[in-house]
């Protein structure tokens, strides 16, 4: 990677809950396609496809994504630099640390550090303020991006701007925390005053000494995980002791709040953090009478309304300002303006072990293999249908409390029982004893699909014991 291209760092860890019931936390915002065909985080990756401008970008994310991380990155052809995971959740300053310190391995570089989940219209004055904040950088500035108000919003932190630069940026005169409605409209007034977006440009070795001067905890938890990392597969697993010595902090209280070298590149852009549904439907392109609808849905006589179904057909009738989401399992309704309040139904959700589930994980799982969806389950028995990619298998693995029962229903399936292997196509099944080893695969160019039948005394997903993994998850 040339030294002069810029390195893009994409923080993909988060697990916002106010996208709920279609984010949870084994599949949040960043990796569903909210915004047209492609997940918010591939979106992210084509707005860096430009090698005159950018490098492979580093992804800093966790464990439990990685995969989802590496066949989104692959699906949106892409190529990665790293993929580094983060042991511990520590907030932003330790995760932009120690990307800092992976992409400056060689040498200085360039840096542009973006969230995975905010959706960006890419067009001339986005490529503007991108030019702006890489003269600051270049210069010894760290950069940040301040997106022009459209409004008095109260859920955004706000950058006052003070001189103006030769590069195009200002000084950043102070942080703002999340104003009241009344105070937002008064320095919206003064016209001196962006919405923080949390992108940040900035040459590493600029931004590293800032650390060290400001943050040195952070820096020190941050080299030492990096020099204690270990590579895992096509990851790169930080030291989990030394990274969690951090503070739990973020890049604005660490550092940008304190440094004398912030500046603030001018925005004027197209820009929304997708924070609730109500700024979905905002980003989303409205039938005339102001309504969106995804998936089966038919609406009548409905104003002014968001619809989304993942599964069951949804007919809406004679309502205005509403939200209504529909996944596998879970049903939300609610006003459309009341959309932050989804964050408060999760909170609940999660107090009650009768519902916490629901807030974590969806019916369907997916896998680095392919996944599965839980269709039924009863006392002693549950019903999945399995889907396998071609060319994948799973992990050779046994259970210590179920036997299964696998009806192809589509493609082809090599089966291994023990020592034995054998083929199985359409219409077909086979028997897993209690106890046995065994490992299912794809070996055909079509998506293999099973009906699986558990029966047992226990069924839960932590019954497995793996032989062999071709993802490295033993």
Not at 74 to 86: M, T
Not at 131 to 153: E, H, K, Q, V, W
Not at 174 to 185: I, S, T
Request: charged content about 25%.
């Amino acid at each position: 990677m040339s030294q002069d291209l810029i390195v893009p760092v994409i923080l993909a860890g988060g697990k916002g809950t106010r996208l709920w019931p279609m984010s949870r936390s084994a599949r949040p915002k960043q990796f569903l396609a909210l915004i047209g065909d492609d997940s918010l985080f591939q979106l992210t990756l084509k707005r860096l496809k430009d090698p005159k401008r950018y490098g492979k970008p580093i992804v800093v994310t966790n464990s439990e994504y990685r995969f989802l991380v590496a066949e989104q990155a692959q699906e949106a052809g892409v190529e990665l630099e790293a993929v580094v995971l983060e042991p511990i959740a520590r907030n932003t300053a330790p995760a932009i640390a120690a990307a800092a310190l992976i992409a400056a391995k060689n040498g200085p570089r360039l840096v542009h550090v973006l969230a995975s989940d905010h959706n960006i219209r890419v067009d001339d004055a986005y490529v503007t303020a991108i030019d702006t904040a890489t003269a600051a950088a270049r210069a010894g500035r760290l950069a940040t991006f301040g997106i022009t108000p459209t409004s008095p919003a109260t859920g955004f932190g706000y950058i006052e701007a003070g001189q103006k630069e030769a590069s195009g940026a200002h000084l950043v005169q102070r942080f703002v925390e999340k104003p009241n409605e009344e105070r937002a409209k008064d320095m919206l007034a003064t016209g001196n005053y962006y919405w923080n977006s949390g992108m940040f440009l900035f040459n590493t070795d600029v931004f590293l000494g800032e650390c060290a001067a400001f943050a040195p905890e952070v820096l020190d938890a941050a080299k030492n995980s990096v020099d204690n990392a270990r590579v895992d597969l096509d990851f790169v697993r930080l030291g989990e002791a030394e990274f969690a010595k951090s503070p739990d902090i973020s890049v604005d209280y660490a550092i940008f709040e304190h440094t004398k070298l912030a500046s603030v590149a001018p925005s004027p852009i197209q820009w929304s953090d997708l924070g609730a549904w109500d700024a979905v439907w905002k980003e989303s392109e409205c039938d005339a009478d102001g309504n969106v609808a995804r998936g089966p849905v038919n609406l009548y006589n409905t104003k002014n309304s968001f619809v989304f179904s993942e599964s069951a057909h949804v007919a809406v009738n004679g309502v205005e300002d509403a939200v209504v989401l529909v996944s596998e399992d879970a049903v939300y309704v609610g006003k459309l303006t009341d959309a932050q309040d989804v964050g408060k139904v999760v909170k609940d959700l999660m107090k009650n072990p009768a519902t916490a589930k629901l807030t974590e994980e969806h019916r369907t799982s997916y896998r680095p293999w392919g996944g599965y969806t839980s269709v039924l389950m009863g006392e002693r028995f549950q019903v999945k249908r399995i889907f396998v990619k071609p060319g994948k298998q799973l992990s050779l693995q046994k259970h210590h409390h179920r036997s299964e029962h696998w009806i192809v229903v589509r493609g082809t399936a090599e089966v291994q029982i023990g020592e034995a292997k054998q083929m199985l196509r359409e219409n077909e099944s086979i028997y897993i004893p209690q106890g046995e080893l065994h490992r299912l695969s794809n070996p055909g160019k079509i998506l293999l699909e099973l009906v699986e039948v558990q029966t047992g005394s226990y069924l839960g997903e932590d019954d497995i014991v793996r032989i062999e993994d071709t993802f490295g998850r033993i």
